[in-house]
């Protein structure tokens, strides 16, 4: 079985729903989960789901939507908060590096200003647009590439605003930490 990849929405920013990631590690492990592996501060786990853990699945949901569900209830359940979880398999997260629309140019690639927002939903139904300045986006099959050059914290497309526009749950990741977790899970 091949490594998953969660990503946490919103924790341990601002003083604001905090979770010890050694705490987090123990109640995945504690449901089954094992190779948990986190990685800093901001919600990042890299685990293989158990056997047991998917086998009360609901038929036609994902195995990635129940892995999100699981971790998402054991969060409530051990933490008391409610807290966003998007799951992609190692296979996924490969597909969305290698499928960086940048690469073929290097001029324009600088990965200290490069983004990657995942969506709840597989596939988008109609990409949005929106003024971006200096910045760049680029639509993927489950994802968002943004190039900011002057920085996220200076861009318009936020979590929160393409929540609002896609009515999706959706986190953003730097590049260095979505290469550091692709090369977690393939370990």
């Given at each position: 079985?091949?490594?998953?990849?969660?990503?946490?929405?919103?924790?341990?920013?601002?003083?604001?729903?905090?979770?010890?990631?050694?705490?987090?590690?123990?109640?995945?492990?504690?449901?089954?989960?094992?190779?948990?592996?986190?990685?800093?501060?901001s919600g990042?786990?890299?685990?293989?789901?158990?056997?047991?853990?998917?086998?009360?699945?609901?038929?036609?949901?994902?195995?990635?939507?129940?892995?999100?569900?699981?971790?998402?209830?054991?969060?409530?359940?051990?933490?008391?908060?409610?807290?966003?979880?998007?799951?992609?398999?190692?296979?996924?997260?490969?597909?969305?590096?290698e499928n960086?629309?940048?690469?073929?140019?290097?001029?324009?690639?600088?990965?200290?200003?490069?983004?990657?927002?995942?969506?709840?939903?597989?596939?988008?139904?109609?990409?949005?647009?929106?003024?971006?300045?200096?910045?760049?986006?680029?639509?993927?099959?489950?994802?968002?590439?943004?190039?900011?050059?002057?920085?996220?914290?200076?861009?318009?497309?936020?979590?929160?605003?393409?929540?609002?526009?896609?009515?999706?749950?959706c986190t953003?990741?730097?590049?260095?930490?979505?290469?550091?977790?692709?090369?977690?899970?393939?370990?």
């Amino acid at each position: 079985m091949s490594k998953f990849i969660a990503l946490l929405r919103g924790i341990n920013v601002g003083g604001k729903n905090m979770i010890k990631m050694a705490a987090l590690k123990t109640a995945l492990e504690s449901i089954g989960f094992s190779q948990v592996e986190t990685y800093i501060q901001s919600g990042n786990i890299v685990f293989l789901p158990g056997d047991k853990t998917l086998a009360t699945g609901k038929s036609g949901i994902s195995t990635e939507q129940q892995l999100a569900n699981i971790i998402s209830q054991q969060i409530q359940s051990d933490f008391g908060l409610q807290i966003p979880v998007l799951v992609v398999s190692a296979t996924t997260l490969q597909s969305i590096l290698e499928n960086n629309p940048w690469f073929a140019d290097p001029k324009q690639f600088d990965d200290a200003h490069f983004h990657v927002s995942l969506f709840g939903e597989a596939k988008l139904a109609i990409p949005i647009t929106v003024e971006l300045g200096a910045n760049a986006i680029s639509w993927g099959d489950c994802c968002l590439y943004l190039n900011c050059p002057n920085g996220y914290s200076n861009c318009k497309v936020t979590n929160n605003w393409l929540e609002t526009k896609l009515k999706t749950t959706c986190t953003t990741r730097n590049w260095k930490t979505l290469q550091t977790l692709l090369a977690m899970s393939i370990n």
